[in-house]
């Protein structure tokens, strides 16, 4: 009865051809009643979705891109048991429903609600086609997908948001972007179309943000003219406000200097003056600087670029290199003066590149990054993002980075134990491949700590954490990095989620590391170590995690 219903309701409405049922089989209902395949009952169910924002004046609908994005949403609600099904999925990580889940987009805070984009791949993973497009080609075809939230912690799945249009200036991808509350209060969406690469605008007049029209004077920027800039290279625009003054930055590179933030200026986010670059450098090598953020801390401001190298072919993630930062005075509203670039986060740019922030109604920047891959064969996803971080300037000018506070609700059943004495190898009385483990270790005269996770019962497979005392290295799962305690400091201080099939690991909340474990899903067993002395765990919890898509009953 309640598909029949739905068939009624479709039929009623005035878009024909847009939100009515499927040509074929529309001469037999019967299929609406016991005989329908799980793609059509999805692809009604998304169309209905969809119906009562049809006659709602205030929404603009885009009719040519409705009827894609229902079509898309059908697939990935019928991938979507066979997704939840699969061990190594994450459960407190954001991922599509299904499909491929790329870099965070368009992060923004709007009406009541945290709002998260990505770059969405229904009909692909694992970078191969799964299926057709509605027009019958195969291919990438990058949409955004969209997640929100009414606190930050749980999250639910929201129609696609924007799909390329064939035949336009978006012909295949709607590619990396961020979102702004306009001048008026109207939420807007720039994003990189391509090919060739320009900047587009996307609005919403939506409360839920679910629902965009394309700018009709779409594309809005072009390249602009620079010396020796490296062609394909201008995208992922990302924005700020700067008193009246809108800021706007892209990807970019020359030949001569390398990466570059290329900067633009608008009083009116239509209208965009070239200003020169952000920030340039990292060398000839340097071909692009992806997904460039940019955080203001007072007189202090925090650049983050994913800068890609053209003489990586030795590694596995060529050409991506290391998210980097740098922090530097920004001043008369558009001289940045770059500092030292560092790594955001010394696991595998496989595993954390392409990072975008939003900044909260309390003034906290969260950061996300996209994690490649991912999922077990037969299952219809890979990628996730990463947990957010909070970014912060320390008072001693170092970058903080921390779990965002939020993540403190999704904490279950607890296990705790304080003042053991560590010399040789503890093997916890818990096991988890869903928990948060917070370790603070005295090193006392050990010359090597730890902690192993996703661990086999005997220890022979394992994820390991070691930090080197006697040499001042830190080691995450053999991703290295130099690394000292500060004066103050006087515990080594482990915070660690472990999500399935990814780690995420913040040491003393400023060095972060995320690695992907592949290990067998049973083997969750977890141990602290020392090696060549003795050292004291002052203290060692863990909770179990709950998911981000379930909220517990009041």
Known sequence: MRMIWIRQLLRALPLAGLLSAPESPASDSSW???????????????????????????????????????????????EQASVDSDPLKPMFHIMAAAGS?????????????????????????????????????????????????????????????????????????????????????TPTIFYTAAEPQTQCIARSQDPNLRYWR????????????????????????????????????????????????VHFQSENLTNWTHVGALAEGMGPHCVAWECPTFMRFGDQSVLVVSPLFD???????????????????????????????????????????ATQCLKTPDGRYLLWSMIIGGGSPGHNWSGKLSLPRVITVRPDGLLGQAPAPELKQLRRAHWGKTNLDLAGEHTLAIKSATCEIIAEIEIGTAKVVGLDVRASDDFSTKTRISYDASRSI?????????????????????????????????????????????????????????????????????????????????
């Open 32 to 78: 609406l009643a016991t005989g329908a395949s799980a793609e059509q009952t999805a692809l009604m169910d998304a169309r209905a979705k969809h119906a009562e924002m049809a006659h709602d004046p205030s929404i603009q609908l885009d009719v040519n891109q409705l009827d894609r994005i229902t079509r898309a949403d059908a697939y990935v609600a019928t």
């Open 474 to 554: 830190l080691d995450i799962s053999g991703h290295k990095a130099g690394f000292k305690l500060l004066a103050g400091e006087h515990v080594l201080r482990l915070q660690v989620f472990v999500d399935r099939s990814v780690m995420e690991a913040f040491v003393n909340g400023r060095l972060c590391g995320t690695v992907q474990p592949f290990q067998d899903i049973n083997d969750k067993a977890i141990r602290l170590f020392s090696e060549g002395g003795t050292a004291r765990i002052r203290s060692v919890g863990i909770w179990e995690m709950g998911s981000v898509w379930a909220r517990p009953a009041q």
């Open 101 to 185: 889940t790329g870099d965070p987009n368009g992060l923004i805070y709007a009406k009541g609600k945290y709002h998260v984009f990505f770059q969405h791949s229904p009909y692909m993973v694992w970078g191969k086609p799964v299926a057709e497009w509605p027009e019958g080609k195969v291919g990438p075809q990058v949409s955004w997908g969209h997640v929100s939230s009414v606190d930050g912690v749980y999250w639910q799945h929201e129609p696609i948001a924007i799909m390329p249009q064939p035949g336009s200036y978006d012909p295949g991808l709607c590619a990396s972007g961020s979102a702004v509350m306009a001048d008026d209060g």
């Open 311 to 353: 003489n990586l072919q030795d590694t596995d993630h060529a050409p991506r290199g290391s998210v980097s930062y740098t922090i530097g005075p920004y001043k008369n509203g558009s001289t940045f003066t770059p500092g030292e670039w560092k790594p955001l986060d010394i696991g595998s740019p496989n595993d954390f590149y």
């Open 214 to 261: 394309k700018d009709p004077n779409n594309p809005i920027l072009y390249e602009p003219k620079i010396n020796n800039f490296r062609k394909g290279g201008f995208r992922d625009p990302f924005l700020w406000r700067e008193g009246k003054t809108w800021n706007l930055i892209t990807c970019g590179a020359t030949t001569d200097q390398g990466g570059m933030a």
